[in-house]
């Protein structure tokens, strides 16, 4: 898990924005299987991103083989994550690498 650029807050994302996004989960080129998260403060976040060229930008500065990209909004996304239980506590990063990141904190555990 790497660390992204400086946050901004947002207590809460448009739910019908469109974001893009891919599978948590992926192989890097040298063919090593991961989870493609970002973390801040021991927390993990999933990277989504506004257009699919910010997306394609980040998988290849990740190191990424290949990825299918997953056009939704954020309210899919967080539906996705509590669906995974390995992901039921991470967080969501709009944009990561940019100026102006948007995170969204995980919501507590019931």
């Known amino acids: 898990m ?4 400086q946050k901004k807050q947002a207590d809460e ?3 019908d924005v469109t ?3 891919s ?3 992926g192989e890097t080129k040298d063919g090593n299987q991961k989870p493609f998260l970002l973390a801040r403060d021991g927390v993990p976040f999933f ?3 506004y257009s ?3 997306m394609k930008e980040f ?3 990740m190191n990424r083989a290949a990825y299918v990209i997953i056009e939704g909004n954020i309210k899919a996304v ?7 239980e390995p992901l039921k506590n991470a967080g969501i990063v709009i944009e990561p690498f940019s100026e102006r990141p948007v995170e969204i904190m995980p919501r507590p555990s019931a």
């Open 59 to 61: 998988c290849e500065r």
């Open 2 to 5: 790497g660390l992204f650029k």
């Open 19 to 21: 974001v893009y996004y």
């Open 23 to 25: 599978t948590p989960f």
């Open 78 to 84: 967080m539906d996705t994550l509590r669906s995974i």
């Open 13 to 15: 994302a448009a739910g």
């Open 47 to 49: 990277p989504v991103f």
């Open 52 to 54: 699919k060229e910010s």
